[in-house]
């Protein structure tokens, strides 16, 4: 196929690009057709929508998986990508060599237009500079569009922890074995869900009160997290009823072999329904959440938190010490008890 060379703008820059007269879809004809299945769905979805640049984003993501990339993080690359090449579409682009920094700033805009939160448009952008960078690497994007790079700024919000009397009032209405093993283990462990969904029987260690989790669901780092006195009996009754056959801790009901997330975070809804929290907002990440804070509220160490959380980065954890922080607590109450009895500019304490 002859290749011809067309000269793109990207503000006072200029140079010439090789692109087919049809645009770089007619590239396809010389790529082999994807083996991964999902990179092939993936593609088929450019296809489908008539959405040019496949090889380009065929390559990114067989790079992806080569890299180890899991399939959750190639399926939302990928998402963001087809986003972009959607909305290049729309402003009449043909091909993804000619994009520039005003396309992604277009496409920023765009999403945030549509009522996405920003840490949503955060992740899309995040998504779309690594697939970027990918084509600047191979000279097939300029590298303006990823210098000085856009950011999206996200909101430093607390972690969402149940209230303790929440917490007792959730765990009452539990009746089912299993629900109630899920549950608590979350509760005690401060595992992802994702992770515990994960787990197999051959995992646990009930004479040690532990848990292995070989990889994170998130960072694919392996940890141990431990099982409080009462998670291990609740975990105990469950081993007791459960199918023996079943390689995973839980599953789902008949023949399948695990539990989805989907069924997971039903469940929990039910049981916050049953129990008129649904007002609160509770998740089942908030299981986590209220793991770590009382954990920091019954003086365990940041670095330990750390660590039974599998968090990269000690940062991560501090936000909790936002949320829960005794000393600082006693500190605030000590120091205006002062204020209030006059012991700094005098008494004007109010008075109702």
Known sequence: MNLSQESVGHGKYHYQVRISPKSSQALDVQ????????????????????????????????????????????????????LFINHLKSLGGTYLEAVTRDDLGSFIEHQQDRGLKPNTVSTRLRAL??????????????????RKKMYVKVPDALPRAIDPEDVRLLLSII???????????????GMRIGELLDTRVGDINLRENRIE????????????????????????????????HKENLFYGPGRSKTLSYEAARMMFRRYIEKAGLTHKGYTLHCLRH???????????????????????????????????????????????????????????????
């Not at 960078?133 to 303006?144: F, Q, S, T, W």
């Not at 039974?308 to 980065?313: A, D, F, K, Q």
């Open 31 to 82: 790529t082999s057709k994807p083996k991964n299945p999902q990179i092939k769905k993936c593609i088929k979805r450019l296809s489908t929508k008539k959405l040019f640049g496949h090889p380009h984003v065929k390559r990114y993501l067989y790079d992806l998986y080569r890299r180890g990339c899991r399939p959750n993080t190639i399926r939302s690359n990928f998402e963001s990508i087809i």
């Open 129 to 146: 500079y690594a697939f970027l960078g990918y084509l600047v690497e191979r000279e097939i994007v300029h590298p303006d569009v990823t």
């Open 175 to 189: 009746k089912k074995t299993r629900d109630w093993a899920m549950i608590l283990i979350l509760l005690r462990t």
């Open 213 to 244: 989790v070989y990889e994170a669901s998130k960072n694919r780092v392996g940890r141990v997290v431990y099982l409080s006195d009462d998670a291990r009996c609740a975990l105990k009754v469950w081993l007791k009823k459960r199918d023996p």
């Open 290 to 352: 209220t793991f770590a804070s009382e954990l920091l509220n019954a003086g365990m160490r940041l670095e330990c938190v750390q660590q039974l959380l599998g968090h990269s980065s000690i940062e991560m954890t501090r936000r909790y010490a936002r949320l829960t922080d005794n000393t600082r607590k006693e500190e605030y109450f000590k120091a205006m008890a002062i204020i209030e009895n006059g012991g700094v500019n005098g008494h004007y304490q109010c008075n109702h």
